[in-house]
């Protein structure tokens, strides 16, 4: 009996947050927030002496080189322990006591340019309107309490009550297999009955093949359908068809009709 399809995940950055408006750097939007970590621990501590410019250098370096060693391992870099260990290196010795309120002072909010693609509304209606359980898994090192800010702004929110992972909450970068499984547990559902959708050909395709799951790719940016495209050995491939590739979600719901020919019923 052909399994039905229950739900579908999300890659976040990228496949529903479009970031090409964002003109700032990635120092530039940091010092902001570290700006305001320095200013809480000059009245809440005696005065640091720490430099923005110092404290800026020295998390961005740290935050780097996790991420290179994550690329290796891919265990994920968790943005808040990165920060704690970053003040307690220049001095703060106080840091690991204040760690909840010099979160609370970086104040995570939205990317200033971000925007959702304008064709994921409809799409997240129509999966929804046919009772279709939706999740969220993003290899963000910032845990998803401090993320949960821009679904809420970009209205998003309410589309995902179940299911909402970054890697930063798992342990494990995509393509890791934990990171997928504990998305499928959390939503309810076995592997051949979901679909995974990201840009990353690798994380996010790959990585959804490996667990069972059926995957497409968004296309984004400068990516062609044929570079775009993941070389899986000839099992995976010919289990799975290949993956599929959209440039539109508008492209999603005809795609479903091929691998699950009734999920439009709702009886998911």
């Not at 009245?43 to 994550?70: C, F, H, N």
């Not at 050909?201 to 993941?230: C, E, K, T, W, Y």
Request: net charge negative; proline share 6%; aromatic share 8%.
């Amino acid at each position: 009996m052909a399994r039905q399809l229950k739900a579908v995940l999300f890659d976040f950055d990228d496949t529903l947050i479009d970031w090409s408006g964002v003109t700032l750097g990635w120092r530039q939007i940091e010092a902001e927030r570290l700006d305001r970590v320095l200013r809480f621990l000059n009245r809440r501590l005696s005065p640091t002496g720490i430099a923005l410019e110092q404290l800026v250098k020295r998390y961005t370096e740290r935050t780097r080189d996790a991420w290179m060693i994550a690329r290796a391992n891919l265990r994920a870099p968790v943005m808040p322990i990165i920060l704690q260990q970053t003040l307690t290196e220049l001095g703060v010795s106080e840091a690991d006591a204040f760690a909840d309120e010099i979160l609370s002072a970086y104040d995570w909010k939205v990317v200033p340019g971000t925007v959702v693609f304008p064709d994921v509304f409809p799409v997240l209606d129509e999966l929804r309107s046919r009772r279709i359980r939706l999740g969220v898994v993003t290899n963000s090192s910032q845990p998803m309490s401090l993320r949960d800010c821009e679904l809420r702004e970009h209205s998003l929110l309410p589309y995902f009550p179940d299911c909402r992972l970054a890697a930063a909450d798992v342990g494990y970068l995509k393509p890791h297999p934990r990171i997928f499984h504990s998305a499928l547990e959390r939503i309810g559902v076995a592997p051949d009955e979901a679909v995974f959708i990201g840009d990353n050909p690798i994380a996010d395709v790959g990585g959804a093949l490996g667990v069972g799951m059926r995957a497409v790719q968004r296309l984004v940016g400068d990516v062609s359908r044929s570079g775009g495209h993941l070389k899986l050995d000839a099992d995976s491939y010919n289990a799975y068809g290949g993956h599929p590739c959209v440039n539109s979600f508008e492209e999603l719901p005809a795609l479903l009709d091929d691998w699950y020919p009734d999920w439009r019923d709702g009886s998911a």
